[in-house]
């Protein structure tokens, strides 16, 4: 079942709000949900500061926490919302754990790997390529980290 337009954007301002709540510890504000039959099942913010791991960013806190859910390695009728292009570590995460769809707000151009950079999902060797959606909630997701790091500064 393809989410309504409503249920979409309502899911990327749940990532949004995982963002807002990762730039209040001190996190470079991203977030991520992750949705299975039409439910949020695992919300996350970066993490890398408070656990001092440089893996603990929003995509694969949120895909660990959903596995734990679903009790399985795959996760195949899920879709992840990021405010965030994911980077290479996390597009190979989203692609091992075979998540259906990726919405994401804000591009990447230093840091992104799916529509910037290596663009993974392009490459021969990727297993699993997800349906790509970017730009939801982009502006919003970009003004977050435009503004935490200007307070960095």
């Given amino acids: 079942m393809r989410p309504t337009k409503a249920n979409y954007t309502s899911f990327m301002d749940e990532a949004l709000d995982q963002a807002r709540f990762a730039a209040?510890?001190?996190?470079?504000?991203?977030?991520?949900?992750?949705?299975?039959?039409?439910?949020?099942?695992?919300?996350?913010g970066?993490?890398?500061?408070?656990?001092n791991d440089p893996t603990a960013h929003a995509e694969i806190v949120a895909i660990r926490e959903a596995c734990a859910v679903l009790n399985s390695e795959r996760l195949v009728d899920a879709d992840l919302y990021?405010?965030?292009?994911?980077?290479?570590?996390?597009?190979?995460?989203?692609?091992?754990?075979?998540?259906?769809?990726?919405?994401?707000?804000?591009?990447?151009?230093?840091?992104?790997?799916?529509?910037?950079?290596?663009?993974?999902?392009?490459?021969?060797?990727?297993?699993?390529?997800?349906?790509?959606?970017?730009?939801?909630g982009e502006t919003e997701a970009s003004a977050l980290l435009k503004d935490f790091f200007k307070q960095q500064r």
């Avoid at 510890?25 to 949705?35: C, F, K, L, N, Q």
């Avoid at 091992?96 to 591009?107: D, N, Q, S």
């Fill in 82 to 136: 990021v405010t965030l292009e994911p980077c290479a570590m996390c597009a190979a995460a989203i692609s091992f754990a075979r998540i259906r769809r990726l919405y994401f707000g804000a591009g990447d151009e230093k840091g992104g790997a799916v529509t910037n950079g290596a663009r993974f999902y392009t490459q021969p060797t990727c297993h699993h390529a997800p349906e790509i959606y970017p730009g939801l």
């Fill in 24 to 44: 209040t510890r001190g996190e470079v504000p991203v977030g991520a949900v992750i949705v299975h039959e039409g439910k949020v099942i695992a919300r996350a």
């Fill in 46 to 51: 970066n993490r890398t500061r408070e656990c």
